[in-house]
């Protein structure tokens, strides 16, 4: 039989880590909620919830050096799951409030707030890709 994936969820201060963690243990995964070092290189997997502003998630990952950890894996071709906040630090740059944060920049792009209407918006819609994306 084969053993079950190590999975990380990143607790640097910000996210629903607790839904993330019931979800990945439902899913068949051990998971382990830390920001150790060792044990964040080490997992099969990297889980980086995210809840609130780019800029506020940038300075506590950036303060648990969260960052930097994050980077080494994607540079190593570890996987990385980014939910919500977590998933848009890894764009170049994040713009909230008016404040322009950097980001990650595993991606080019910069996160925004979509101009719409009506938001949350609910149901299908069109996506129209930028020039020169895949």
Same mark, same amino acid.
């Given at each position: 039989?084969?053993?079950?994936? /190590?999975?990380?969820?990143?607790?640097?201060?910000?996210?629903?880590?607790?839904?993330?963690?019931?979800?990945?243990?439902?899913?068949?995964?051990?998971?382990?909620? #830390?920001?150790?070092? /060792? %044990?964040?290189?080490?997992?099969?997997? *990297?889980?980086? +919830?995210?809840?609130?502003?780019?800029? #506020?998630?940038?300075?506590?990952?950036?303060?648990? &050096?969260?960052?930097?950890?994050?980077?080494?894996?994607?540079?190593?071709?570890? %996987?990385? *799951?980014?939910?919500?906040?977590? *998933?848009?630090?890894?764009?170049?740059?994040?713009?909230?409030?008016?404040?322009?944060? +950097?980001?990650?920049? /595993?991606?080019?792009?910069?996160? @925004?707030?979509? /101009?719409?209407? &009506? *938001? +949350?918006?609910?149901?299908?819609? #069109?996506?129209?890709? !930028? @020039? !020169?994306? %895949?």
């Amino acid at each position: 039989m084969a053993s079950r994936p /190590q999975v990380v969820v990143f607790d640097y201060g910000s996210g629903n880590v607790h839904s993330a963690v019931k979800a990945l243990e439902r899913a068949g995964a051990e998971v382990e909620l #830390t920001a150790e070092r /060792q %044990a964040v290189m080490d997992a099969d997997g *990297l889980v980086v +919830p995210g809840v609130g502003a780019f800029a #506020t998630v940038m300075a506590l990952l950036r303060a648990t &050096r969260g960052d930097e950890m994050i980077e080494r894996r994607l540079a190593g071709g570890r %996987a990385v *799951l980014g939910i919500c906040v977590g *998933l848009q630090i890894l764009f170049d740059r994040g713009v909230e409030h008016g404040v322009d944060t +950097p980001g990650l920049g /595993q991606w080019p792009g910069v996160v @925004e707030k979509l /101009q719409a209407d &009506r *938001l +949350p918006h609910m149901g299908w819609n #069109t996506v129209i890709p !930028g @020039e !020169g994306s %895949a």
